[in-house]
C-alpha cells in the first residue's frame, strides 16, 4: 500500500514553487503574476509545515502564520498598485510597464 | 623698547594695507602717507638705536604651532642690526622723499608708494628678525615687492620681462636658502640665530660646509653674486628711486647682511670659496661696467662689483669690514643713483651717457653731489669709500694675496668707469637736445642729494659714528688699522684713483656720440660688451636643454599619470558599466530570471557543491 512519508509533501512543495515560478516567468498579465506568488509561498508553507511535523516542534507552523500575513499584506498592496497603475496606464500587462529603462 | 621694534615693523604694512584699500585713486594722499610711515619709520629706529637700556635686546614669542613642532617669532637687536637698522631707515626716508618729485607726475603712484611700504616691511623684517625662517619669510618678501616694484612700468615687456627674471632668478637662490635652512634645523636642531651661535662648533665636517653653502645661496641670489648676478642689470628697468633703495642700498644688501648674520656657521674652505667668488665679480662686473651706454646699468654694474668687495671682506674673515664697506656703498650708491634719478628727470628719462654732456652747468647740485659719490667710490682719500674700501684691501693684502690682486684691478677699473661716467654726462658739450634743455630739480630731490653727499664723505670717520653703531666695526677696524703695510696700501689706492681719473680724462673728455674704447680697442669692447654670454648660455641652456626635458616629462605625464592612470581607471569603470547596463533591460521578467539564477547559484554555494 502507498504511504505517504514527509518526502511527498516536500515534493509538492517543489512542484508548487517551480509552477508558480514558471507562471511568473511566463505570464505577462501582472496579476497572474500576483497569483504565482502566492502560489510560490503556499508551496513554502507546505515545506514548513512538514518540517515541523518532522521535528516534533512548532517553528515552522509559527513562520507560516508570519508567510500568511505578509503574503496577505503584499497582495493588498499589490492589488491597490495594481488598480492604481491600471487606472494611469490602462494596462496590466508587464511589458508596458518598461518605463524606468534608460 | 619691544612694542617700539613692533610698531615699527608693522607700520609700513599698515600704510601699505590702507593705500591698498582706500587710496588707489589718491595718488597724492598715498604717497604723503607712505613718506609719513617712513619718516616715523626713521623716529623709532633712531629710539631703538639709541636706547641704553640693553646692548642686545633679544625678545621673541610663538608664531604658531605644529603639533610639538613651533614657529617662533622674535627680535634680535644687536650692534650690526642697528647699523643697518640705521641705513634702511635713513636711506629709506630719503629715498621716499626724492620719489615725491620723480614720481610727482607719474599715474600710479599709489601702487608705487604701496609697493615702496610694502618693500620696508619686509626689509625692516630681514633687519630685526631673529631666527632663520623668519629671515626666510622676509627674504621672499622682499624679492616680491622687489618684483612689484621693477614692474612698475609692467606696459613695457622690459621691464615687465625685467621683474619676472628678477624673480625667478632669485628663486633659484632661494630655493638653496631653504635647503640650507632645513638642513640647518637637521644638524643643530634649531633655527634660532642665538641658539646657533651657541651651538656652532668650529670642527668643519661635510654637513657643515655643505649646509653654510647652501645658506649662501640665498645671498647668491639676493646680492646678485656669480653665477646669478644676471638679474641685477635688468632690474634696472624700474623707476630709478626704487633702483637706489632695493638694487643698490639696501635689499641687495641684504645678502651679505645674512652672511654676517650667521658668520659662526661658515667653515674655512666655504670662507675662501667665498673671498674668491667675490673678488672674481668685483673684478668681472668693473669690465662689464666699463662698456654700458645706460647710466643705470653702469651703477647696475658698480653695485655688483661692490658687493663683490662685500664678500670677499666677509671671506677673510672680516664681516665688520663687510659690514662698514656695506653702510658707507649704501650712502655713496645711493646717492648716485638718485643723481643719475635726477639726471634722467630732466633729460626726459633719456638714460644713454653719451647723449648727456654739459650737464654741470645746467644742474650743479646734482653734478657736485654727483661727483661726491664719484669720488667715494673710487676711494679718494679721505672721503667715505678709501676708508672702507682700502681697509678690505689691505685686509686682503695681508691674508690672501690672490684676492687682493684681483680686488685691486677692480679697484682700478672701479675709478675708471666711474670718472667715464662723470666726465661724459657731466663735462664737455650738450649731446642732445634733452641734455641741453635740463635744468636743476626740485628741493625734493636735491635735498636727499645734499644729506646723502654729506653722508659720502664724512660716513667713512668710523670713530664719529655713536658708540651704538660703531661697535661692530670696532674690532675689525681695529685689527685692519694695526695691519702692517698701511702707509703702502695708502699709496696703492691712491695711484689706483689717479690711474683711473687721468686714463678717464684723457680718452673720455672729448667724445661724440660713440664710445671711443669701440675704436680703439675694439675687441677689448666686444668682449666686455658681450659680459661673457652669461645671458646667452642661460638662454640656451634654457632653450635647449631644460625646455625640451620638460616637453619630454610633459609628454611621459601625459602618457602615464593622466593617460594611463587617470583616464584608464576611468576608462575602466565605464566600461564595467557598459556591461553591467546590459543586464538592464527595464523588464519584469529578466529580472525575475535573474532572481532565480541568483537563488539557484546561492543554493549550490551554500550546499558546498562546488567545493568538492
Known amino acids: 500500500m502507498l504511504t505517504i512519508t514527509p518526502y511527498h509533501f516536500l515534493i509538492l512543495s517543489i512542484l508548487l514553487v517551480g509552477v508558480g515560478f514558471l507562471g511568473l516567468l511566463i505570464r505577462r498579465n501582472i496579476l497572474l503574476m500576483l497569483m504565482s506568488l502566492e502560489l510560490m509561498l503556499n508551496g513554502i508553507n507546505i515545506a514548513l509545515i512538514t518540517f515541523s511535523r518532522v521535528g516534533n516542534n512548532l517553528d515552522g507552523s509559527i513562520f507560516v502564520f508570519f508567510i500568511m500575513t505578509v503574503a496577505a499584506a503584499e497582495v493588498a498592496v499589490g492589488l491597490a498598485l495594481l488598480v492604481a497603475l491600471f487606472k494611469k496606464r490602462k494596462s496590466v500587462l508587464s511589458d508596458d510597464m518598461a518605463l524606468l529603462k534608460n | ?612
Not at chain 2, 646692548?55 to 617662533?72: P, S, V
Open chain 2, 1 to 612: 623698547m619691544v612694542s617700539v621694534a613692533l610698531c615699527m615693523l608693522f607700520l609700513p604694512l599698515l600704510s601699505a594695507l590702507v593705500t591698498l584699500l582706500f587710496l588707489r585713486k589718491n595718488g597724492s594722499f598715498a604717497s604723503l602717507l607712505s613718506v609719513c610711515t617712513s619718516g616715523a619709520i626713521l623716529i623709532m629706529a633712531l629710539s631703538l638705536i639709541f636706547d641704553r637700556n640693553a646692548d642686545t635686546l633679544a625678545w621673541d614669542t610663538t608664531w604658531f604651532q605644529l603639533g610639538g613642532w613651533e614657529l617662533r617669532f622674535g627680535f634680535l637687536i644687536d650692534a650690526p642690526c642697528r647699523l643697518l637698522l640705521f641705513v634702511v631707515a635713513f636711506v629709506g626716508f630719503l629715498i621716499h622723499v626724492f620719489s615725491l618729485g620723480y614720481m610727482g607726475d607719474d599715474s600710479a603712484r599709489p601702487r608705487y608708494f604701496g609697493g615702496l611700504s610694502i618693500f620696508m616691511f619686509s626689509m625692516l623684517g630681514i633687519t630685526l628678525a631673529d631666527n632663520l625662517i623668519m629671515i626666510f619669510v622676509f627674504w621672499e618678501l622682499v624679492g616680491f615687492s622687489s618684483y612689484l616694484l621693477i614692474a612698475h612700468y609692467f606696459k613695457t615687456d622690459e621691464s615687465a620681462n625685467a621683474s619676472r627674471k628678477a624673480f625667478i632668478v632669485n628663486r633659484i637662490g632661494d630655493f638653496g636658502f631653504l635647503i640650507g635652512i632645513i638642513l640647518t634645523y637637521w644638524v643643530y636642531g634649531t633655527v634660532n640665530l642665538n641658539e646657533l651661535a651657541d651651538l656652532a662648533d668650529f670642527s668643519p665636517s661635510l654637513a657643515t660646509t655643505t649646509l653654510c653653502l647652501l645658506l649662501a645661496c640665498g645671498f647668491i641670489g639676493k646680492s646678485a653674486q656669480f653665477p646669478l648676478h644676471v638679474w641685477l642689470p635688468d632690474a634696472m628697468a624700474g623707476p630709478t628711486p626704487v633702483s637706489a633703495l632695493i638694487h643698490a642700498a639696501t635689499m641687495v644688501a641684504a645678502g651679505v647682511y645674512l652672511l654676517i648674520r650667521i658668520d659662526f656657521l661658515f667653515t674655512e674652505d666655504a670662507l675662501g670659496l667665498i673671498a674668491f667668488m667675490g673678488a672674481l665679480m668685483g673684478l668681472y662686473a668693473g669690465f662689464c661696467a666699463l662698456v654700458q651706454r645706460d647710466i643705470k646699468k653702469i651703477l647696475a654694474y658698480s653695485t655688483l662689483s661692490q658687493l663683490g668687495y662685500m664678500a670677499a671682506a666677509f671671506g677673510m674673515g672680516a664681516p665688520g669690514l663687510a659690514l662698514f664697506h656695506l653702510t658707507t656703498h649704501a650712502f655713496f650708491k645711493a646717492l648716485m643713483f638718485l643723481g643719475s634719478g635726477s639726471v634722467i628727470y630732466a633729460c626726459h628719462h633719456e638714460q644713454d651717457i653719451f647723449k648727456y654732456g654739459g650737464l654741470r652747468k645746467r644742474m650743479p647740485l646734482t653734478a657736485i653731489t654727483f661727483l661726491i659719490g664719484v669720488f667715494a667710490i673710487s676711494g679718494v682719500n679721505f672721503f667715505s669709500g678709501y676708508f672702507s674700501k682700502d681697509a678690505i684691501l689691505l685686509w686682503a693684502y695681508n691674508f690672501n694675496l690672490p684676492v687682493f690682486i684681483l680686488l685691486y684691478a677692480g679697484a682700478i677699473l672701479t675709478s675708471i668707469y666711474m670718472f667715464r661716467l662723470y666726465f661724459v654726462s657731466f663735462e664737455g658739450e650738450s649731446r642732445s637736445e634733452y641734455a641741453q634743455g635740463a635744468k636743476e630739480n626740485s628741493i625734493l630731490m636735491t635735498g636727499p642729494l645734499i644729506l646723502l653727499g654729506i653722508l659720502s664723505i664724512f660716513g667713512g670717520y668710523f670713530s664719529i659714528y655713536p658708540i651704538e653703531l660703531g661697535s661692530f666695526l670696532r674690532a675689525d677696524l681695529s685689527i685692519s688699522d694695526a695691519l702692517p703695510n698701511h702707509m703702502w696700501m695708502v699709496v696703492l689706492g691712491t695711484i689706483a684713483w689717479v690711474v683711473g681719473l687721468l686714463f678717464s680724462r684723457l680718452t673720455y673728455s672729448r667724445v661724440s656720440n660713440s664710445d671711443p674704447l669701440s675704436k680703439g680697442l675694439p675687441a677689448f669692447f666686444e668682449i666686455c660688451q658681450s659680459r661673457l654670454f652669461f645671458d646667452e648660455i642661460y638662454h640656451f641652456f634654457i632653450s635647449k636643454i631644460y625646455d625640451p626635458f620638460c616637453r619630454f616629462l610633459e609628454v611621459m605625464e601625459l602618457l602615464f599619470i593622466s593617460g594611463l592612470m587617470v583616464r584608464g581607471s576611468a576608462g575602466l569603470a565605464a566600461l564595467l558599466s557598459m556591461l553591467s547596463k546590459l543586464c538592464y533591460s527595464g523588464r519584469m521578467h529578466t529580472y525575475v530570471f535573474w532572481f532565480l539564477l541568483g537563488t539557484v547559484g546561492f543554493l549550490i554555494y551554500s550546499s558546498g557543491l562546488i567545493n568538492q
